[in-house]
């Protein structure tokens, strides 16, 4: 079995009284695909927010290259190699596609020498080439499209030269051709051997794609699994139906 990268012990956080993550554990191993579902509100991109370092935890510990970054500043965390996308997409506008790459480098580099500078334009075209968007690294980034725009900011994180990769729903509204070339592009990102933790609301996107899962409903882990044993389990299906039915 791998080596974990990443270990969260008895996290939780409150916002006043609600609590938004209650008493998680899990870890996600070098190289590794996890999967994180969960119903709307059950916790998910709070999660991110704590190991990303935008919220302060409540209680617990977060542990990454065995050291604990709780309490660490977000700069500090990505510095460490833990990058995210978020939730929505995060252009910077007016500025073209390749610009908007660079930005992720930006705490890679420290000098301002031209070779330097010729080193960072020709990774960022590479990435651009990687997530798909080949030929666009001069467009300006309001002519790409919604799903483009993804693309966009998977490169931008991969930029930053990460160990463990966030995504906060990467594949919601991409159209279906759109979903497997985002497969194909997390596949190839732990192909390099970076870890990934995906939060995704669709299961028939998650299942195949995911090495193991963690569900998650209202705030605490319900399931932790291979994608086989998440499929069948009753709590899941549970939580996934009572969801449903809470919003029909
Ligand atoms: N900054 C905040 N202040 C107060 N409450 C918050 C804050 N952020 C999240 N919450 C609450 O914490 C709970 C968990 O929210 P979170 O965004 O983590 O859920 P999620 O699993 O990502 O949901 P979704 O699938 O809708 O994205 C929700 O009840 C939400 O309203
Ligand atoms: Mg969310």
Do not use: C, W
């Amino acid at each position: 079995m791998q080596a974990s990268i990443l270990e969260v012990r008895g996290l939780s956080k409150r916002f006043g009284g609600l609590t938004a993550v209650s008493e998680l554990a899990f870890e996600v191993r070098e190289g590794e695909i996890l999967g994180m579902i969960g119903p709307n509100g059950a916790g998910k991109s709070t999660t991110f927010n704590l190991i990303a370092g935008t919220y302060p935890a409540s209680s617990g510990e977060i542990v990454f290259k065995e050291a604990s970054i709780l309490g660490l500043a977000p700069h500090q965390i990505a510095r460490r190699g833990i990058l995210r996308t978020f939730q929505h997409n995060r252009p910077f506008e007016g500025m073209p596609v390749i610009d908007n790459v660079l930005v992720g480098a930006h705490r890679l580099f420290t000098k301002n020498s031209h070779a330097e500078e010729a080193v960072r334009r020709s990774r960022a075209e590479e990435l651009i080439e990687f997530v798909g968007l080949g030929g666009l690294a001069a467009a300006d980034v309001g002519t790409l499209s919604f799903g483009q725009g993804r693309l966009l900011e998977i490169a931008r994180a991969l930029a930053g030269e990460p160990r463990l990769i966030l995504f906060d729903e990467p594949a919601a509204g991409l159209a279906p051709a759109e979903l497997d070339r985002l497969a194909e592009i997390i596949r190839g990102i732990a192909a390099r051997g970076i870890a990934v933790l995906l939060i995704e609301h669709d299961m028939h996107f998650l299942l195949p794609l995911a090495h193991r899962v963690v569900v998650l409903n209202f705030g605490a882990k319900i399931a932790d699994g291979l994608p086989d044993e998440i499929r069948r389990d009753p709590a899941v299906m549970d939580a996934y139906l009572g969801s449903h039915a809470a919003h029909s």
